[in-house]
């Protein structure tokens, strides 16, 4: 069994600043720079949790490329369904971090990923069709989203909007994803709707299923999770905060991991958006981006010790 990751493999350079950030000044920080990209953060993070990952990208032949293979085979990533592109710069993520390591602002390139042409979804049936999932991300072209869903069938296809500016390339095939991770901004582009009140939320989701879609996982920061899905299913969910926040950039690609860990191992929605929420909090905990303690074991474990939940 595995899953595929369809979307962004980048390079991701971090600056978590000392102090108060100087807008329109030089601000003393630390700088990280490792792999990234939304879709092969979520196959990392399912990787490390026990389960076949394989990854379809677009990477440039330059050293921001290996990079990105070579950590992404270490983690245990399968990157063999990668097209690497002599004379091209593969992409990359440029993110600020306030002195609490929340993020101030980010800068992407994802042009590399125009190679990823629905020809070449075609020529990737085989892997999308033999998987127990498939994730990806709007970074990829609107023509390639498409042809992703086309030729998936009845293979469950989950997205991640990665952001209000990609979420308008994701709304027009909203209704057709098996799966939705937005945060309540996302959502209200996704549904086309307002979503600043919880009824809001409520109100798009549901808008959503209604357009086809089988569930959304609302990420509501530290408030948790709101869930629905086309069985009926409608809660909220959270654990109890971390005792210190490090990194939070790679908590919304953790949390879309942990989600889909759950289904593809069958559990049912509660338990599914522990995972997700349990991924999220480990996520945040770690200076990288992904944690390298990240492990089925310690999602359980993250579970018993957080929960708020029955």
Do not use: W
């Amino acid at each position: 069994m595995y899953v595929l990751g369809i979307g962004a493999a980048n390079v991701d350079v971090h600056g978590i600043s000392r102090a108060a950030i100087v807008m329109r000044d030089s601000n003393p920080g630390h700088l990280r720079t490792s792999a990234g990209g939304v879709t092969r953060n979520v196959m990392e993070n399912l990787a490390r949790m026990g389960v076949g990952a394989r990854m379809v990208s677009a990477l440039g032949c330059d050293l921001f490329g290996e990079l990105v293979r070579r950590e992404s085979e270490a983690a245990g990533l399968d990157m063999s369904g990668c097209l690497m592109l002599p004379g091209v710069t593969s992409s990359a993520y440029v993110s600020i971090l306030d002195e609490r390591a929340d993020m101030l602002v980010a800068m992407s390139d994802m042009s590399v990923l125009e190679h990823v042409t629905p020809e070449v979804i075609d020529s990737k049936r085989p892997l999308i069709l033999g998987a127990a999932a498939v994730v990806c991300d709007p970074c990829l072209p609107a023509a390639a989203l498409e042809r992703i869903l086309d030729a998936a069938g009845d293979v469950p296809v989950f997205l991640d909007p990665v952001s209000t500016a990609y979420a308008h390339r994701a709304a027009p095939l909203a209704g057709r994803f098996y799966g939705l991770k937005p945060n309540s901004l996302e959502l209200g582009i996704l549904a086309g709707m307002d979503t600043d009140s919880d009824l809001g939320v409520e109100r798009a989701a549901a808008a959503l299923i209604d357009r086809g879609a089988k569930c959304v996982a609302v990420s509501l920061g530290e408030r948790g999770c709101y869930y629905a899905d086309a069985a009926g299913n409608r809660f909220c969910r959270a654990l109890r905060p971390v005792s210190e926040m490090r990194n939070a950039t790679g908590a919304g690609d953790a949390f879309l991991a942990g989600l889909v860990f759950g289904f593809v191992r069958g559990y049912g929605p509660e338990q599914a958006v522990d995972c997700a929420l349990a991924a999220g909090h480990i996520a945040v905990e770690s200076d990288d981006t992904i944690s390298r303690e990240m492990s089925e074991l310690l999602l359980k474990y993250t579970i018993k010790n957080y929960s708020n939940n029955p």
